[in-house]
Structures are given as C-alpha cells and as structure tokens.
C-alpha cells in the first residue's frame, strides 16, 4: 500500500490515543480542540470498546524502552526499523511521497515541469466528457456524449508514438462499451479488482470486468450507491460552490467548506495521497488547495479560465505539479504545487476547448479530452 496512504492511517490512529488521553486527564477543552483540529472523534465510535486508560503513556514507555535496548545494541530501534522498510517491516518509511505544503517561504524555488509530446490517439462520435486512469496507469478509458466508453491500453499508445510496430497499424482501443443510453458523466477504477465502473446521466452506474477478453456488456447494474465504512474520508463537489468533507466510518460531514468557490460550481475534488489536503476546482476559473483538518486555504493556482465545462484540476504522479485545462486558450496549465507558480502553457491540440484532463497515478503521462471528440495522450519525453 502506497506509504502516504500507511501513515495517513497511522495519524489518525495516534490522534485518536491522543484525545483519549486528554480527555481521560480532565482536559477537556484541549481534547475537544485537539478533536476538532484533526477531524478526531471525541468519544470512541464504539463505547463497549474504548481505548484503554493511560494507553498513549503505556506504548511511549513500550517504545523508549525499546529504544534504550536497541541503542545498547549499538543501533537505533527507528533507525533499525526504517531500515527494515518501515515498522519491523510493516510500514513502509513515513512521508516518503508526501509534498509538505506547509512550508511558507517557497518563492523562487519552482521546478521546470518536463517535456511532454502528445498524440491524437482516438475520436467519439460525439464530445468527449470525461477520462479515467487505472490505479496502475496500464490502461484508460474514456466517456462520451455518444454515451460510448472507450478502453485504452497505455502500451499500444506508446508502440503507436514510437512507431516500431512491424504487424500493422497499432489500436490502442481495445473495448468500446455501449451499455449507457445517456451521455457519460464520469469513470472510475475499482482499486484492487480489474473492474472499471461508470456513472451517466441515465441515472444508472455500471460495472465492466475487463479482466475478460470477451466482456463487452455490463456484469452489473445499480441505481443508487453506497459505500463501505473502511476508515478513509470522503470529500464531495457541488453546484452550490461548496467543498464536503466526510467520515468514511460514521458517514458524517466532518469538515464544511462552504462557499468554497463562491457560489460557483465545483467541478472537481481530489485528496493528496497523504489525505491532510484537497485540492478544488471551479467554474469561477479558481482551483484552490484545502487544508482538511481546519479547513483552511492553503494555496491558489490561477491564470486558467474554466467558466462552461466541468474542467479538472489534478496533481502530476508525484504531486509536484498541478495541471488543469484553460477553455479561453485551449491550453494545459502547469503550476508548481508548492510554490503556486505557473511554470507551463502547452498548447492542448484539441479543435476548441480541451473539456477534461486525468493524469496517470503511475507515471508522468496524462490524457486530455475535447468538444472536439477527440482523445489525446501525453508522456514526458526523455
């Protein structure tokens, strides 16, 4: 599991012991800022199961006990640990992926964002509304107003700009799906199963195993959704200019950012990996980094105008940079994520304005989608 993923875990864990101790010590009002701040329930989800009295003090003494002993043997217990890969093992090093945006001072320190070479890789019959990456960045797919998904395989797209196919011409598409009757709103992967699932303004959601060669229908068809209680947050978009952020385990909003974007429509939302900030995007031409345990806002990034489409603001694979659409200019923008520097214009080929862009979780690769219902593919030369 990603190590920005592990340690977003492992906060949550500690602040929790932290609250509890608090508020076990008659500290209430600090427990209850403490709480507050960093989204902490301040009495156990489940009261038959408490943390047990003085724990946060009986695991420091376990773990300064443990330190002594391993120092004894010439070594840190962390550093032995660390080197280990993680906890003894279990935990891969903390914050290894994680840009800290905390850092005030960053002016002057913006990074180049690398060359990039794109190509028109398919067209829909009508615009292309949206793009989804895989969680391993092998493949893609693509919605349209023609209500057809498109399913890329990232290995044929680059045999296809390298041009050393020697059986033919290269087809990068290899599902088209038909199964939606409206036109498609949005895509997503099922993070660990090959299950790509789709959402259309016929007001279904549909689920496609492209782990099976002859699958070309849906295997699944539901009208309303809900999702499992597995401990992450949750944060939703909406048309009002409001960001909302939720508790995967009590399914309550713990974090309102009303008026976000003004009463602008929010058209996109992500977390960063390490789940402290989400970054927002609006038809106020406005795409703003949150602080999730406050609320607060952390940074902007303008210069791009998004006042008509459902544009997206995305981090780069190492959330060094964010990228987003500029309807005006028919450009990708690029900024520093820290510094909130633009530091690239490229112009995004598409006839008209580019409606979305999805970058690859794996690597520096991203695609764009246009009015002019067609797909291109962009990967960082070398």
């Not at 010439?74 to 640990?81: K, N």
């Not at 795409?287 to 998004?306: C, D, F, N, P, T």
């Not at 190492?318 to 990228?323: G, I, R």
Request: with cysteine; net charge neutral.
């Amino acid at each position: 599991m990603d190590a920005a993923v592990q340690e977003a875990k492992l906060l949550r864990q500690v602040n929790a012991l932290i609250v509890a101790h608090l508020r076990d010590h008659n500290l209430t009002q600090v427990a209850a800022a403490v709480a507050a701040a960093t989204m902490t329930p301040l009495t156990p989800p489940e009261p038959d199961d408490p943390v047990p009295a003085n724990q946060l003090l009986h695991l420091v003494a376990k773990g300064l006990a443990a330190e002594r002993e391993e120092t004894g043997r010439g070594g840190g217990a962390f550093d032995s640990a660390a080197a280990a890969g993680g906890y003894g093992g279990l935990l891969p090093p903390l914050g290894t992926n994680a840009v800290d945006f905390s850092v005030q001072d960053v002016k002057g320190s913006s990074k180049s964002f690398p060359k990039h070479e794109a190509r028109h890789v398919s067209d829909h019959k009508n615009v292309v509304r949206c793009a989804k990456f895989s969680p391993d960045g092998k493949y893609f797919a693509s919605g349209s107003g023609d209500t057809s998904i498109k399913f890329f395989e990232v290995a044929k797209i680059k045999q296809m700009m390298l041009g050393d196919s020697k059986d033919g011409p290269v087809r990068p598409v290899i599902r088209t799906f038909y199964d939606h009757t409206q036109p498609i709103n949005d895509l997503d992967f099922h993070p660990e199963s090959p299950i790509l699932i789709s959402a259309a303004k016929d007001n279904t959601i549909r689920f496609f195993d492209f782990s099976k060669t002859v699958a070309r229908k849906a295997f699944r068809v539901i009208q309303v959704v809900r999702y499992s209680s597995t401990g992450s947050l949750y944060v939703t978009a909406s048309k009002d200019g409001s960001l909302r952020i939720w508790d995967g385990i009590s399914a309550e909003c713990v974090r309102p950012i009303i008026g976000a974007h003004a009463s602008a429509e929010v058209t996109s939302a992500v977390f960063t990996k390490d789940e402290r900030y989400v970054l927002s995007c609006g038809k106020d031409s406005c795409i703003k980094l949150w602080e999730v345990g406050s609320g607060r806002l952390v940074k902007q990034y303008v210069g791009a105008v998004h006042r008509q489409f459902r544009c997206q603001a995305v981090f780069n694979q190492t959330e060094e940079f964010v990228l987003s659409t500029d309807e005006q200019n028919s450009e990708v923008v690029v900024w520093d994520a820290l510094t909130a520097e633009n530091v690239a214009r490229l112009p995004s080929g598409h006839t008209g304005a580019p409606r979305w862009l999805g970058h690859s979780p794996a690597e520096p690769a991203f695609v764009t989608c246009g009015n002019d219902r067609s797909v291109r593919f962009w990967k960082q030369t070398v």
